[in-house]
């Protein structure tokens, strides 16, 4: 939970919710093999499911990794 903290500059991206970030990179991460995506609301999952074609900016990816 600590180390989270230091990912929080992720909500402050305008024009991004961190939960899409997060979900850009895993997917987009060549090391990661797959990603579990689990919620109760069917928003949620849309909104997952639509920003799967935009590409992390490799600025926010650059920074994710040095974190």
């Known amino acids: 939970l600590w180390r989270g903290r230091k990912f929080r500059f992720m909500e402050q991206i305008e024009g991004w919710r961190g939960s899409e970030l997060a979900l850009l990179f895993t997917v987009q991460n060549a090391l990661i093999d ?6 109760v609301n069917p928003s949620h999952l849309s909104a997952n499911i639509q920003c799967l074609p935009r590409d992390l900016p490799k600025e926010l990816r ?3 990794l040095a974190e």
């Open 34 to 39: 797959g990603a579990l995506i689990g919620t």
């Open 62 to 64: 650059e920074r994710m």
